[in-house]
């Protein structure tokens, strides 16, 4: 489950010195994130969680370049996160975000096409035949390329926003809640989908996610942001084992109850 001992540590994302402000100008300064400092390394899974508010999505943001930090540097493989462009950015980061809905005209393999054939530097037929492969590496059938997404399952489409954002075959994934929405069982299967990609396509994965079941059983590491910055950051056993308040009530409260099977295997 966890990245072995031996896993050379490279950086994929550096995070240092990061300060978020909102508001001035008037209004009141409201801090989001304060001198917050976080390295993810390449070939990890690493999930941000914390209470609501303390600013996940912002980071996340922030590290795909779609919004400035007030102060300090987000390097994304060794480059300012600034200047990454979208398109350079839709290349080297599969993003999968809580509302990442499909064109609804369109069938599955023609939304999972998109990015590439909107690129316009692929001929259709190769691009299509791209997207048929995707459409498998996420456990879909051929004959469900032409299907519509009215007609999808919850998980279906969770599975056809994933094969969109692996189409540029990018090694690095971000996923904003994967699992909201789905029921249980459906979480799980997905849950073990992104685990095997992870294994098999090498991916550095970071994820936003309050799916207790997904974080434990998935993570390399998980990044607690309390207190306006990373609070705690370790293995899964490691977070566990941390006396912080936020932890204790987030992992070992009622939403934790039902992952303590998870905790025990974890900690014997
Ligand atoms: N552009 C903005 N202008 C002003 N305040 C903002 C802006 N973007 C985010 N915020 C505020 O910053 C805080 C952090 O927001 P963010 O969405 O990053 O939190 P989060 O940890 O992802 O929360 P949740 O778990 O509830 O989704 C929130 O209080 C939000 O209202």
Redesign the pocket.
């Known amino acids: 489950m966890n990245a072995s001992p031996s896993t050379p540590q490279l950086p994929a994302i550096e995070v240092r010195g990061l300060w978020?402000v909102?508001?001035g100008g008037g209004a009141p300064e409201?801090v989001?994130h304060k001198d917050l400092d976080l390295i993810i390394f390449q070939g990890e899974i690493l999930s941000?969680v914390?209470?609501?508010?303390?600013?996940?999505?912002?980071?996340?943001?922030q590290i795909l370049g779609l919004?400035q930090p007030t102060r300090g540097d987000i390097l994304v493989m060794g480059r300012p996160a600034q200047q990454i462009d979208a398109r350079m950015a839709a290349s080297r980061v599969g993003m999968l975000f809580q509302q990442g809905a499909l064109f609804s005209a369109f069938s599955v393999i023609d939304n999972i096409a998109f990015p590439l054939l909107e690129l316009g530097r692929l001929p259709e037929r190769v691009v299509r035949d791209a997207a048929m492969v995707k459409l498998q590496m996420v456990g879909l059938k051929p004959g469900d390329a032409h299907k519509m997404p009215a007609d999808l399952s919850g998980g279906m489409i969770k599975r056809v926003a994933l094969a969109r954002s692996l189409i540029m075959d990018p090694p690095m994934l971000f996923l904003?809640?994967p699992t909201a929405g789905l029921d249980p069982e459906s979480a799980d299967d997905f849950c073990k989908l992104l685990s095997d990609l992870h294994k098999q396509l090498g991916l550095t994965v970071v994820m936003?996610t309050?799916d207790i079941d997904t974080l434990l059983e998935i993570s390399t590491r998980i990044a607690v942001?309390a207190d306006q910055k990373v609070a705690v950051v370790g293995t899964p056993q490691e977070v566990i084992a941390t006396p912080h308040p936020f932890i204790q009530r987030y992992f070992l409260g009622n939403r934790g109850q039902r992952a303590l099977p998870i905790l025990d295997q974890l900690t014997h």
């Open positions: 978020t909102f508001g409201f989001v941000l914390g209470g609501s508010g303390t600013g996940k999505t912002t980071l996340l943001r919004e904003d809640e936003v309050h942001l």
